[in-house]
Structures are given as structure tokens and as C-alpha cells.
């Protein structure tokens, strides 16, 4: 089993950056690919991106390419989430998520595949 707990949130203007960390508990961090999700006031928690167990094979969500970058660090068994030009529609609880047993390069991208959760990190885009 794994502990995961987000830190990085807080609040910051438009076309701003932020940069959301993971800390996993446990020795087997590399044996999990990991994802970043989100929710935002009154609607359903969605994908963000996600991160195969290797670091070399990422996706994101349409709505944050090429903004957002997903990153990994095995040794320090973080995960990591950089944010830049923040949009007000980017608000939102921010969650990490886990999923054991995957290939190497395979890359989760829906909730149900994911086995465990953080609790979030609220991020709030002022304009």
C-alpha cells in the first residue's frame, strides 16, 4: 500500500505558475505509474496527465497540453506536476492518484484504474 499527500497548491493570477508535488510513502514507488486529476467546484473529478512507471511515456488532457508538464523523480519518490499560464478555468482540487502493476511504458488515464488517492491541493487562478 501507498500514501500519497499533494502540496504545492495555493493561489496565484492569471498566466501565472505553479508547480503541485506527490510525496509517496513506501519503497516501490518505481513499480507505480501515477496521474494527476482534478475537480472543480460543482463538477466531476477529470483527468489531467499521467506518467508511466519509467517517466519516459506521459498523456495529458487536451485542455492542458503544452501548459502543463508531468515529471517524476524515482529517488525521491515524488511525482510532480508543473503548471504554467494559469487560466481561471484551471481552478480547481488537484489530486494525485496511483496504479500498481502496469507495464513499464503503460500510461492509466481513467479514475477507475487508479488504486490509490491523495487527499488533493486546492488551486485557485485569480484573474
Known amino acids: 500500500q501507498v500514501q500519497l499527500v499533494e502540496s504545492g497548491g495555493g493561489l496565484v493570477q492569471t498566466g501565472g505558475s505553479l508547480r503541485l508535488s506527490c510525496a509517496a510513502s513506501?519503497?516501490?514507488?518505481?513499480?507505480?505509474?501515477m496521474g494527476w486529476f482534478r475537480q472543480a467546484p460543482g463538477k466531476e473529478r477529470v483527468f489531467v496527465a499521467t506518467?508511466?512507471?519509467?517517466?519516459?511515456?506521459?498523456w495529458y488532457a487536451d485542455s492542458v497540453k503544452g501548459r502543463f508538464t508531468i515529471s517524476r523523480d524515482n529517488a525521491k519518490n515524488t511525482v510532480y506536476l508543473q503548471m504554467n499560464t494559469l487560466k481561471s478555468e484551471d481552478t480547481a482540487v488537484y489530486y494525485c492518484?496511483?496504479?500498481?502493476?502496469?507495464?513499464?511504458?503503460?500510461?492509466?488515464?481513467?479514475?477507475?484504474?487508479?488504486?490509490?488517492w491523495g487527499q488533493g491541493t486546492q488551486v485557485t487562478v485569480s484573474s
Open positions: 513506501g519503497r516501490t514507488f518505481s513499480s507505480y505509474a
Open positions: 492518484a496511483a496504479k500498481q502493476g502496469l507495464g513499464l511504458w503503460l500510461l492509466p488515464v481513467r479514475q477507475d484504474e487508479y488504486d490509490y
Open positions: 506518467i508511466s512507471r519509467s517517466g519516459g511515456s506521459t
